[in-house]
């Protein structure tokens, strides 16, 4: 009879502790998040120095409650799977440095997942059917990623920003025009009171898929410096329209060049309900099947690290004792 498989993820790349038992890749027996939001929206955003205390303080109680929601014990465990990167040094260190001694302690395979293969694999979580191969847009804080999905493993870029990430755009125009960390969910509330009624500039490149989200950014900040009594619910609805149809144009031409029918979205951006809908209607005129994580799993959290880690576990990718922080770790 075959054994079920447990992995315990580790996220600590940015501003969220979180600890999760995933069983079999798919099943969350527990998904523990410790968020620091309201700690740094004071400041306006992450501070890394502060993010990474944080992590110290809050790791060891996480982790535990974890283990106890899921109602296993460290001996059950199977592969210990931390976030190494991409993301913040300091936070990085915190859950990969933990992770080892874990591992060491315990003598348990050590497993070090790619924090953007673990966006993707959130929506294995949701959609328990989704098998590769198909394509992935990761929109998040930090990356803006067209990829193709081969195999569990194994990953084409196809298209990447060139300078903002779409969840910076957001957090930058958000700051602009006076409103709190974070911008995204900001902008979004604020962009269902107006109209798409002010023309931004749409960046495309000849021969390419990627991406680019400074000219629009210059924009509304060259806008708004000129004009500050704008309406600011338009011009949030303008700026979603508009990064919206840049992500909907390259992202069908990269599902036609493929000849995929399959299309996920992960991210914590993915959460936003203009993207969710842009993109399900487009699959719905192209016949194209659109997965998304649930909400809870768009965010930065452990067990879409423990579902990762489980494809890399099975397939025998298991880290030393020397795995180290990787901060601009590239998929």
């Not at 011009?235 to 992202?251: G, H, P, Q, R």
């Not at 067990?303 to 180290?324: Q, T, V």
Request: charged letters at 20%; hydrophobic letters at 40%; one cysteine or more.
């Amino acid at each position: 009879m075959k054994k079920d498989i447990y992995t315990l993820g580790i996220e600590s790349s940015c501003d969220e502790t979180s600890v999760s038992v995933v069983k079999n890749g798919r099943e969350v027996l527990s998904n523990v998040i410790h968020s620091q939001i309201d700690i740094h929206k004071q400041f306006g955003g992450v501070v890394p120095e502060i993010a990474s205390r944080n992590h110290v303080e809050a790791i060891s109680t996480v982790t535990k409650e974890a283990l106890e929601i899921a109602g296993i014990t460290f001996s059950e465990i199977d592969a210990i799977c931390p976030t190494y990167g991409p993301g913040l040094v300091g936070a990085l260190l915190v859950g990969v440095a933990y992770a080892k001694a874990l591992a060491y302690a315990l003598d348990k395979p050590l497993v070090g997942v790619n924090h953007i293969e673990g966006h993707i694999a959130a929506n294995y979580i949701t959609h328990p059917k989704l098998q590769p191969p198909f394509l992935c847009l990761v929109v998040s804080g930090g990356h803006t990623h067209l990829v193709y999905i081969k195999d569990y493993t194994e990953f084409e870029i196809l298209a990447r920003t060139r300078d903002d990430a779409i969840g910076e755009a957001f957090d930058k125009v958000a700051r602009v025009i006076g409103l709190q960390y974070p911008g995204g969910p900001k902008i979004d509330k604020l962009a269902k009171e107006g109209e798409a009624n002010i023309n931004l500039p749409h960046t495309y490149f000849e021969n390419s898929l990627d991406f680019s989200f400074s000219g629009i950014k210059t924009a509304i900040l060259n806008l708004y410096h000129k004009n500050p009594e704008v309406n600011k619910a338009d011009l949030c609805a303008s700026f979603e329209k508009t990064v919206v149809d840049m992500l909907l144009t390259n992202t069908k031409k990269a599902l036609q060049e493929l000849h995929i029918k399959k299309l996920a979205i992960a991210g914590g951006v993915s959460a936003n309900p203009y993207i969710r809908e842009g993109f399900l209607k487009m699959g719905q005129e192209e016949k194209i099947e659109v997965f998304y994580p649930e909400l809870k799993l768009c965010t930065d959290n452990a067990a879409m690290i423990a579902s990762a880690g489980y494809y890399h576990f099975i397939k025998g990718n298991a880290s030393d004792l020397s795995l180290n922080a990787v901060p601009n770790l590239k998929i």
